[in-house]
């Protein structure tokens, strides 16, 4: 779950690392009175906001609030702005770039560490970045936050800083169930005080259970991913118009490799894990039903289940009147022959095979 | 002679974490019928009490005891995943088969790291455990998708394998052990592990290997096979049409920074002299 930036400076400055004086707002009016320059920031999740208007200068309360009201409900690659963080502009004489991050090959966390802060990480030249792994069985190490510093080639003064939030960001992580802490640009003042002066953080969402204090916070979720989200299904919205419904991630992109091969094109990605629990598939059913594709293709893996079983609950969820659209269903296991029949009386068109329940879904959907 | 396995065989004896659930008793049946001796359950609370037969006890340090128990194979919820397995390699079992999924990746890391400093091979989490045909099984793969052969299976996925081992099968393409390794992000065992011990496995011939997008183990693993395995491998990548920056059901499947595509890791594959399939069911062709 990613974090909007004025809710991860509040998580840094919980931990105890700097950040400017701010506040947030939803409208204009809600602007306090402020005392020297301000930067007005969109509070959207997505990169790329300066570039797209969303961050703005302002010398004076009025300006500022003139400033949040243009900023306010503003479009940024299709995320609406809905609040803006209004704080103390920053005197910068160097901007730095500090980041824990999953190093999923070392199958640790590792720092990363850059003297050129401020841009995006990724255009960074690689010998600029020290790349640290924090070793599970060691954890973080103060040591390690020195040769951060070293490596950023600081003064004395900065050097015992940059530590310093090295150390409190490792301890957020863990405390937090983050996997990703990133601060860019993490900038040295004019007066040599060391500030966050953005944040990045994304929560572990399979950690949630022991973080209550999240559970308050919304995310930017469609009507049906929402609803998918309860039913702990996973649910992508795709730009094609077949419907495909399977059960485990690999199988279910396989299935969408599989549509793309004979022409196809997948609108909605939904995997319901690795169950055939017949009210999973009943309740997946209903779902594709409202996300209006043009196929809908229902591929299932039995294990526990038997197939029948299985078509059973997908009659039970297309009701006596049918489906409106084509419906190509492959329940593979125990008694399938039983459920193609099912599934064939009901007026859908059963398949044997993954390749097949593919071509024949692509042609409907081609039709 | 020469002691022929792949991780698990007939002197596996399986502890069953979390047997009195759903999945636990289900899937302890399922392996005994497929020959595996299972031989205890823990459920904390429920000490004395039998499942299927099967006796119940407080920790896995009783189990072993009283049984003999040296793999273990886990189905408690997340929030004790991390704790059970702990609680496994304290008591010294070698073999760990971690099922459960959405475990905490503050939970996997270190779990999974003190696993590997004590030569404990873990596999998982989220992940359906291994088999092999006429041996044992460890996890909840579907028993009738196999078939005994000489053709080692490795996969991040838990159905795409049953797909494609069930094609394998229904080709007469029997296999020698397959090991669903899982989709999280910080596996226990890696492709690398699994392809290590199907180059020195003697019954194994050829390999399958099924990744999928997201992270860099597919590259991984095909830099190893260029350097050190010389059976033929056909391999299968899921996500050629998956979008960027969405996770794509499983925890490590998503591209991120345009780093973990399916064409990246087709194409170190081919570099390496794998086969790609471009269908799962062309997986069969290509071992023929």
Redesign the interface.
């Known amino acids: 779950m990613k974090l909007f930036e004025y809710k991860a400076k509040e998580l840094l400055w919980k931990h105890g690392i700097p950040i400017p004086e701010g506040q947030v707002v939803s409208s204009a009016n809600q602007i306090r009175a402020i005392s020297g320059p301000v930067m007005v920031k969109a509070q959207v999740l997505i990169g790329g906001r300066g570039k797209a208007g969303g961050i703005k200068p302002a010398n004076t309360a009025d300006e500022a609030k003139k400033v949040a009201s243009a900023i306010l409900g503003m479009n940024i690659r299709g995320y609406i702005t809905k609040e803006v963080l209004v704080e103390r502009r920053l005197n910068i004489a160097k901007e730095l770039y500090l980041g824990i991050t999953?190093d999923?090959?070392r199958?640790?966390?590792l720092i990363m560490a850059s003297a050129e802060g401020g841009m995006d990480i990724?255009s960074v030249p690689e010998d600029k970045i020290l790349m640290l792994p924090i070793?599970?069985?060691i954890g973080y190490q103060k040591f390690m936050g020195r040769q951060v510093a070293t490596f950023m080639k600081l003064q004395k003064g900065q050097a015992a800083q940059v530590e310093d939030i090295c150390g409190k960001l490792a301890g957020l992580?863990?405390a937090e169930?983050a996997?990703l802490a990133e601060i860019n640009p993490l900038v040295i003042t004019a007066e040599g005080k060391v500030v966050a002066s953005d944040g990045k953080i994304t929560i572990?969402s399979?950690?949630l259970?022991?973080h209550k204090e999240y559970e308050a916070l919304k995310e930017d979720l469609t009507p049906l991913e929402e609803k998918a989200k309860k039913l702990d299904i996973?649910f992508?919205q795709?730009d094609g118009d077949i419907g495909v419904i399977?059960?485990?991630?690999?199988?279910?992109?396989?299935t969408?490799?599989?549509?793309?091969?004979f022409g196809g094109k997948?609108g909605v990605?939904l995997?319901l894990?690795?169950t055939d629990d017949p009210e999973k598939v009943k309740a997946a059913m209903n779902l594709m039903k409202e996300a209006n594709m043009k196929v809908i293709l229902l591929n299932i893996?039995?294990?526990?289940t038997k197939c029948d079983t299985v078509a059973k609950g997908v009659l039970e969820a297309i009701g006596s009147k049918g489906s409106p659209v084509p419906i190509v269903a492959r329940i593979?296991?125990?008694n399938e022959e039983i459920a193609r029949e099912m599934l064939r009386n009901a007026g859908m068109i059963p398949a044997s095979?993954?390749?097949e329940a593919a071509e024949k879904a692509s042609k409907e959907s081609l039709r | 002679m020469i002691h022929m396995t792949v991780i698990i065989d007939e002197n596996t004896k399986v502890v069953v974490q979390g047997i009195t659930g759903y999945q636990g008793t289900y899937h302890s049946q399922a392996m005994r019928d497929f020959g595996t001796q299972v031989v205890a359950g823990v459920t904390p609370g429920k000490a004395g009490t039998t499942v299927n037969d099967i006796p119940v006890f407080e920790f896995v340090s009783d189990a072993v005891e009283k049984t003999g128990a040296n793999t273990s194979c886990i189905f408690v919820p997340a929030p004790n995943t991390k704790d059970a397995a702990l609680e496994a390699i304290n008591a010294g079992i070698k073999t760990i088969v971690v099922v459960t999924e959405h475990v905490p990746l503050h939970d996997e890391i270190p779990m999974v790291a003190i696993a590997r400093s004590r030569g404990v091979t873990l596999i998982g989490p989220n992940c359906p455990g291994l088999a092999s045909p006429g041996r044992a099984k460890v996890g909840i793969l579907p028993s009738k998708i196999f078939r005994k052969g000489n053709i080692g299976v490795v996969s991040r996925s838990g159905t795409l394998t049953y797909e494609i081992v069930n094609a394998m099968t229904e080709a007469k393409l029997g296999q020698s052990t397959c090991v669903g390794i899982g989709g999280d992000r910080v596996p226990g065992t890696t492709f690398v592990d699994v392809l290590e011990k199907f180059q020195k496995d003697r019954q194994t011939k050829k390999i399958v290997l099924v990744g999928e997008i997201g992270g860099t183990a597919e590259e991984e693993a095909a830099e190893y096979i260029k350097a050190n395995v010389t059976k033929p491998v056909i391999a299968y990548i899921a996500g050629r049409t998956a979008p960027p920056g969405k996770r794509m059901g499983h925890a490590g499947a998503i591209i991120a920074r345009g780093r973990g595509t399916a064409e990246s890791k087709i194409k170190a594959l081919e570099a390496a002299g794998v086969k790609v399939a471009p269908l799962p069911t062309d997986v069969p062709r290509l071992l023929a």
């Open positions: 999953v999923r090959s199958r640790s966390l990724e070793d599970p069985l992580m863990a169930d996997e572990d399979d950690a259970f022991r996973a992508v795709l399977a059960n485990g991630a690999g199988l279910t992109m396989a969408l490799d599989s549509i793309n091969m997948a990605f995997d894990g690795g893996f039995g294990g526990i593979k296991g125990v095979g993954l390749s």
